[in-house]
């Protein structure tokens, strides 16, 4: 039973740029949460998705941060326009359930330059 | 907002030795904690759970006690072996919160051959 899978691992963008983050959660799973990690810090909830919706974007920059999580295929973490304060570890985790253990992905490890 | 704290940032032990991480909560409408642990470059790894129904959970050589009264939350690893080194986070969250987690700031785990 695969885990949580993130694509890509490391994303250089220069200043300016879009970034794609993608996450496809474990089997079965159709809670998806993103957070972000800055170095040497714990992470930090960004939006709360199930298929289809967004439950609660709370912790997501109002401006310049997207997030989705389609009928078919991985939750999109997007960001336009990045700029070096994005640049970070971005962790996707996954539930069966609300409320459930959240089981998370490798990371993606933004770059910004 | 409220958060979740972490007594120690850096914890030494010998190998064999047992180790407990601290953990301090300030959320009293909290009522689900886990501990993950995360290794350099990769995601956080479950551990453990725990319900505030419950004060004591045991797994393989970890155990997790908590304390509502305090709002106190530790992790035990028993016999500690090299390949328990990591940086390890409480999370909490509550049926208010929605799903999101939070995350304290880390306790680092060296153990020393």
Known sequence: NAGVMQNPRHLVRRRGQEARLRCSPMKGHSHVYWYRQLPEEGLKFMVYLQKENIIDESGMPKERFSAEFPKEGPSILRIQQVVRGDSAAYFCASSGQAYNEQFFGPGTRLTVL | ?113
């Open chain 2, 1 to 113: 907002g409220e958060s979740v704290g972490l007594h120690l940032p850096t914890l030494s032990v010998q190998e064999g030795d047992n180790s407990i991480i601290n953990c301090a909560y300030s959320n009293s409408a909290s009522d689900y904690f886990i501990w993950y642990k995360q290794e350099s470059g990769k995601g956080p790894q479950f551990i453990i759970d725990i319900r505030s129904n419950m004060d004591k959970r045991q797994g393989q050589r970890v155990t997790v006690l908590l304390n509502k009264t305090v709002k106190h939350l530790s992790l035990q690893i028993a016999a500690t072996q090299p390949g328990d080194s990591a940086v390890y986070f409480c999370a909490e969250t509550g049926r208010l919160d929605g799903n999101k987690l939070v995350f304290g700031a880390g306790t680092i785990l060296r153990v020393k051959s």
